[in-house]
């Protein structure tokens, strides 16, 4: 029986974990502070992080939220604007579609194109219905495009959500994943806070299990959201917080960071270079960093019913309707396969296209 290669899963891999040096992070945080992080705490999160954070981000460190994955804290905004109308770039990361959908927002999608979010679809929607309650956009290597927001939109978004007094929830859990080129100043970065709301995570640049993620909020929502925090779990999960905080406190991320990124790099070339050589008529994002790569098929393909016989063929994807996009696109995860899967999925993959499909 043939081994599935999987380019659903937007994971790291085994290797990109530093399991050991967490194990001895969380030994030490234990001994040191385990009657502390073993216990009911804030429910804004451990200090000691947000304290971290907040200094990165040249905030106070009560405008940090510090969450049980950042997923956790889209669950809250979307609960605080139940019933609102919200903005989304379009396609987007399938998650946020099923949460703000169970909500009962009204989702308003937003194109794309190679440049990130097309600001003159963003002005009509705007301009047309109620006010939104926020837009929620992940500018740099996008879920599930790849695709990064130009310097020159990002400074024009910024300059909208000014104008409309409109929220930006800008969602950057990739952005320290860069392999090539130089980084664009974040929305946060640019707007000071002010209409930008910033979330992040250590899921890909530290290990998704710790489910650590943060929001950096105004005021008044951040003291909203921790009120509705209280209501979920009283307290987030302590120990996975401050085991990121020792690993932080070592001055261990950065090295972490430059681990990582050739071993995500050499995958990402790899699947291009696949690509290339096995689906020459195809079209696909040309990420500079991240986990995804956007691919798109001739006029007419449909990739979901390409799912479908894939299983024999033994690789599967995501098809791009699952997060909004058009039949015939999906998106291809690098990150948990090696390169020499990479290219063995991807000749599969070329193999299915070429297939002639039985009526």
Not at 227 to 249: D, N
Not at 273 to 300: M, N, V
Request: include cysteine; hydrophobic fraction near 40%; proline fraction near 7%.
């Amino acid at each position: 029986m043939v081994t599935t290669i999987s380019f659903a899963r937007g994971v790291p891999a085994p290797e990109c974990i530093p399991v050991e040096l967490l194990a001895d992070c969380a030994r030490a945080v234990v001994e040191r502070d385990g009657a502390t992080v073993l216990s009911y705490g804030s429910p804004a999160g451990y200090e000691p992080l947000r304290e971290w954070i907040a200094e990165r981000h040249g905030v106070e460190p009560g405008r940090v939220l510090v969450t049980n994955g950042s997923l956790q804290g889209l669950v809250f905004l979307a609960k605080r604007f139940a019933g609102e109308r919200v903005l989304l770039e379009s396609p987007t990361y399938d998650r946020p579609l099923k949460i703000l959908a169970a909500a009962g927002v009204e989702v308003v999608a937003v194109a794309m194109d190679e440049e990130g979010l097309e600001l003159e679809g963003l002005e009509e929607a705007l301009a047309s219905g109620d006010k939104p309650a926020f837009l929620y956009t992940i500018p740099t290597f996008q879920n599930p495009s790849g695709r990064t927001l130009t310097s020159e939109r990002r400074r024009r978004l910024v300059d909208l959500a000014r104008e409309h007094d409109l929220l930006v929830l800008e969602d950057d859990p990739y952005g320290l994943v860069r392999f090539d080129g130089e980084a664009p100043p974040t929305l946060f970065e640019l707007d000071g806070g002010e209409h930008v709301l910033y979330s992040s995570s250590f899921s890909k640049t530290i290990a998704p299990g710790l489910r650590v993620g943060y929001f950096v909020l105004p005021a008044g929502l951040e003291r909203e959201l921790e009120a509705l925090a209280v209501s979920t779990y009283i307290t987030p999960a302590l120990l996975g917080q401050a085991t990121v905080f020792e690993f932080l406190r070592r001055d261990s991320l950065e090295p972490n960071l430059e681990r990582i990124r050739p071993l995500l790099a050499a995958r990402r070339n790899a699947m291009l270079e696949s690509l290339e050589r096995e689906l020459p008529d195809a079209r696909w994002s040309r990420p500079e960093g991240g986990y995804f790569i956007w691919l798109e098929l001739a006029d007419g393909a449909d990739t979901a019913t390409l799912l479908a016989r894939a299983g024999s063929a033994g690789v599967s994807f995501v098809p791009g309707t699952d997060f909004g996009g058009a039949p015939n696109t999906a998106r291809l995860a690098f990150s948990f396969v090696s390169p020499d899967e990479i290219r063995e999925g991807v000749r599969r993959l070329g193999s299915l296209v070429a297939e002639p499909v039985s009526v």
